[in-house]
């Protein structure tokens, strides 16, 4: 059954127990990856997901933690045995950032070095990013401190279908993204600038006609407590735990 794999699910800085929000998709073969803040290849391993299967890794936006660990996912990819090339997704600000973080390190040594096969979409509404035999992945903006993309994943053996915001405050393009989804998993950082709150994740909920609400991208300490407000207005809003997999 296709599932969604919580790799991490804290903010820049969270708990001690949680890592940067990062995403992993699987059903039957070709995993896809979302997001590399942290030690991605690591966060695989520790989710049974083998790594050298990976199918296309998506880039959301060019913070440092959601971009930072690329380096070392090229690094523990080659290190691993990969020689595939290696697909890369993303709006162009964001594959840049991975490109400047990557050419900070002399690979000239590294034989056998899997290529890697940038894949820029355009900031748009509903942009088809990917369609294969397994997956069919949609782009769509949302609204932070610089440009970000959501995506929406979708098995094409079932029709499940995951949404997830990634760092934004309420934004409707990030409703029609989500629109009927089995789960939406929506950044709860709290009330920043570019970021969202858990009632307001639960209102995008409510707006896209989710089935489910996983929050992410925690910050430090939430509790249950919390998630009352958010629970009212949504009553299948619940936090992402680490590792967490769901089956949609």
């Known amino acids: 059954m296709p599932t969604l794999h919580l790799l991490g699910t804290g903010a820049a800085f969270s708990d001690a127990?949680?890592?940067?929000?990062?995403?992993?998709?699987?059903?039957?073969?070709?995993?896809?990856?979302?997001?590399?803040?942290?030690?991605?290849?690591?966060?695989?391993?520790?989710?049974?997901?083998d790594p050298a299967t990976v199918s296309a890794l998506f880039l959301t936006h060019?913070?440092?933690?959601?971009?930072?660990?690329?380096?070392l996912f090229m690094e523990k990819m080659w290190l691993a045995g990969r020689r595939a090339p290696i697909p890369v997704y993303g709006i162009e600000p964001a594959l840049d950032q991975a490109r400047r973080c990557f050419a900070t390190f002399d690979t000239r040594r590294w034989e056998g070095l899997p290529e890697i096969l940038w894949h820029p979409f355009p900031e748009a509404t509903n942009t088809l990013a990917l369609s294969d035999a397994t997956w069919t992945v949609h782009a769509g903006p949302g609204r932070h401190a610089v440009p970000v993309t959501g995506v929406r994943v979708e098995s094409r053996r079932t029709g499940g279908c995951v949404a997830y915001?990634?760092?934004?405050?309420?934004?409707?393009?990030?409703?029609?993204?989500?629109?009927?989804?089995?789960?939406?998993?929506?950044?709860?950082?709290?009330?920043?600038?570019?970021?969202?709150?858990?009632?307001?994740?639960?209102?995008?909920?409510?707006?896209?006609?989710?089935?489910?609400l996983v929050l992410v991208h925690l910050p430090p300490n939430l509790t249950d407590e919390h998630l009352v407000e958010a629970r009212r207005i949504f009553a299948k809003t619940e936090r992402g735990e680490e590792l967490g997999t769901y089956v949609f």
């Open 165 to 212: 915001s990634c760092d934004t405050e309420p934004a409707p393009e990030i409703a029609r993204l989500a629109e009927g989804a089995d789960i939406l998993v929506h950044e709860a950082t709290g009330d920043y600038p570019g970021h969202s709150t858990a009632a307001q994740a639960a209102e995008v909920a409510v707006r896209a006609g989710a089935e489910r």
């Open 17 to 49: 127990h949680r890592t940067t929000t990062m995403l992993a998709f699987t059903d039957g073969g070709s995993p896809l990856v979302v997001d590399c803040g942290g030690d991605v290849v690591q966060r695989l391993l520790a989710a049974g997901i």
């Open 62 to 71: 060019e913070h440092i933690d959601h971009v930072g660990g690329f380096p």
